[in-house]
Structure formats: C-alpha cells, structure tokens
C-alpha cells in the first residue's frame, strides 16, 4: 500500500539549524507556490461560470440547474478569495494573539453542532471521540482552525469523519486527530507517494498555516485507504510557544485582539431593501466576512437548510411572526447563535443577553460603526 508519511513544523522551527538566507529563501519559494495555486484555483471556476453566462447571452436562456451551477461556480470563487485573505493575513505577520485557558473538547462540539445541517446534507457522518482537554489558544484562531479543518474534511471524506482528542504525557502535548477515507480518488500506483496537497491544497494549506501561526506541530498521513491528520497543542507554561510569543494567558473572557479575528465566517443578512443591504454591505466590507443576502425570512430559512451561517442579521421590518419562528429554529439546534436586528431609529449598540432570551439590536444611524464591533462581539461570546 502506498503511504506517506509527513511531519509538518512551522518553517525555520522544529530545532532544524538552517541559515536565516535559507529559511527566507524557503519561506519566499513557499508563498510564491501557494500564491500560483490560488491563481489556478480561482481561475478554474471563474473559467466555467464564463463560459455559462456567454451561452446565456447567445441563447438568452438558462435552467435552473445551469442557474444552480453557475451559483456554485462563483460562490466557490468567493470562497477562493476569502481563503486568499485569510492567508494573507498570516503572510503579513501582524497577528496578535490572546491566549486563554479553552476546553478543546467543548470548542470542537460546538463546531460540529453548528455545521451539523451542512453534515447531515452532504450524507457524511462525524463520529467525534473526546476526552476532555485544556489548551492555551488564541480563541478565534482556535475556531477558524476547527471550522476549516472540518471544511476539509467534509470536501474530501467518503462517508465518515472520526475526531479524537487525547493527551500525550511524554513531550506532554494534547492531540487533536482527524481521519476518513477519501472519496473520489483514483487508487495510487504501487510505489508512487500520496502528496499532502493531493486533496484541495487551497484549504489544507489554510489549515496548516493556520495551525504554524498558533504554535503547533502538524502531521499527515496519506494512503489510498484513508487521510489522517494531527494537531499537537504543547502543554507548557506562559513564554514561548514553539516560537510564537506568547502573551499572559487571560483566566477569563477576553476576545482575541487580531486583525481580522473573524476572516472568514458566513453572515447571512434578511434586508429585502436595497438602501439597507447597501449600508450593511459597507459597514462590513473590511472584515474579510462571506455574506449572503436574502429577501425574506422564508428564502432565509431555504437557504439555512443545508447548512447555517455563522450569524444572521435581520432589519426590524423583517422581525415578525415568522422570523421568530425561523430563529427559534435555529436556538433549539444551537443555543448561543448569534441574531442582530437593525432597527430604524436609534444611535446606539444594544448586546444580546448570555441566555439567548435576547438578540442584539444596532441602531441604523451608527450602522458603519456599530455593526462590525456588534459582530465581533457577539460572535466572540460563543467561541
């Protein structure tokens, strides 16, 4: 069986003496790869949704599967550039990181009863085994490894994903693993290795710089019978962190402070206003944010049912009847998820309470203000 074994450390760590010229030069040749990757990944769905909207142009007619397909094409392109942002962020080097005391085991669950539609749509079954487990972690990187790691996963998973948290005493390390048979591939010559990037480079390499920016050693097998991934979080005290500085570990709430702490979640606004979705579409344009727009409380619903956003935000001429119906939904299968309404008057930021009785109200005269910092707190309160 061929097999492939790699340990992956964070480039000029793991105790390998290389020169600082030869780490640059390895790092340089690193991104200049990563970016010719995201050209051809953007391109090629780009290419297709082309394509399509040239033959509506000649005939001036689409069904609703090529509709559904060029939809696809071009949300798969925006999901290419967000992971672009996102690893642009790290290639700039300005993370900072608040670590915090988190329950790696309460996180991860967490995830997985959030995306539990989108699991159950695709037809793939997540069998989690973990046992309780501290870790020190940056908790919005911490919940963008997770949902990314989980993002590969499901791309590439036959029909079941197994997670398991363990503790390692000797180096003393919590583990995180990750494994399933991969659908869809060809099964490999005899001799021939399974490369890393075999499956979806785009989102592993999200997952392994992820992973490098928090401190952590990555290791990944392949073989044409599964993919199994390890994530090792160091169990030390406060200094550094396999190389990364590390700040004063906050025994309470404390939000991470990075730029961007929320590049890459999934809000979904109901505005059937254009004036509203513009305002909203501005206010939250620098937050490197995926978000969807819908009319009404019922294409919200729809559009949940394979799978939820990270966080809804609703203008209050949408909050009736049906909306609380729609949201008491979603609070039964995740408790803590995040609703804020717009409303028409008013210059101020109301939070939503720890019980979920109440969502968080931004006052439409303070929208491009207000609203990123509503978001990033409210989302900050369930990670």
């Not at 010719?36 to 000649?58: M, N």
């Not at 990037?197 to 999200?206: E, F, H, I, M, V």
């Not at 990555?218 to 199994?228: C, G, L, M, P, S």
Request: aromatic share 6%; glycine share 6%.
């Amino acid at each position: 069986m061929a097999r492939s074994e790699v340990r992956h450390d964070a480039p000029a760590r793991g105790g390998m003496r290389v020169s600082a010229a030869d780490a640059e030069r390895a790092d340089r040749e690193r991104w200049h790869e990563l970016v010719s990757e995201l050209g051809a990944a953007i391109a090629e769905p780009l290419t297709s949704a082309l394509e399509r909207v040239h033959a509506l142009a000649t005939t001036g007619k689409i069904d609703r599967a090529g509709l559904r397909a060029l939809r696809d094409e071009i949300d798969r392109a925006r999901q290419i550039g967000i992971t672009g942002q996102q690893l642009t962020r790290f290639a700039s080097g300005r993370i900072r990181q608040s670590h915090e005391r988190l329950q790696l085991a309460d996180v991860l669950q967490s995830v997985l009863t959030h995306r539990s539609r989108e699991m159950q749509a695709r037809g793939i079954v997540v069998n989690p085994v973990l046992k309780p487990a501290e870790v020190s972690a940056d908790a919005s990187l911490l919940f963008s490894l997770l949902n990314t790691t989980l993002d590969w996963a499901l791309a590439h998973a036959r029909a079941q994903v197994d997670f398991e948290i363990d503790a390692r005493p000797w180096p003393a390390a919590t583990r995180l693993s990750c494994r399933f048979a991969p659908h869809g591939d060809e099964p490999l010559d005899d001799g021939a290795e399974a490369s890393p990037s075999r499956a979806d480079p785009l989102t592993w390499r999200l997952v392994e710089q992820t992973a490098w920016t928090m401190g952590l050693t990555v290791e990944r097998q392949d073989t044409d019978a599964h993919t199994a991934l390890a994530l090792e979080f160091p169990r030390k005290g406060s200094g550094d962190i396999d190389g990364v500085s590390a700040t004063e570990i906050d025994e309470g709430f404390a939000p991470s402070a990075n730029s961007q702490p929320l590049a890459g979640s999934h809000v979904l606004v109901i505005a059937s206003r254009r004036e509203m979705r513009v305002q909203i579409r501005d206010a939250l344009r620098n937050m490197s944010l995926i978000v969807d727009f819908v009319n009404s409380v019922d294409e919200a619903a729809s559009f949940c049912r394979e799978g939820l956003p990270h966080a809804v935000i609703v203008e209050a001429i949408q909050n009736g009847e049906r909306f609380a119906q729609f949201r008491h939904e979603i609070r039964a299968e995740v408790p803590d998820f995040v609703f804020i309404e717009i409303v028409e008057e008013g210059d101020a930021f109301e939070m939503s309470t720890f019980g979920g009785e109440s969502m968080a109200r931004v006052g439409r005269g303070v929208l491009g203000t207000s609203l990123p910092s509503a978001l990033m707190f409210e989302l900050s309160k369930s990670l």
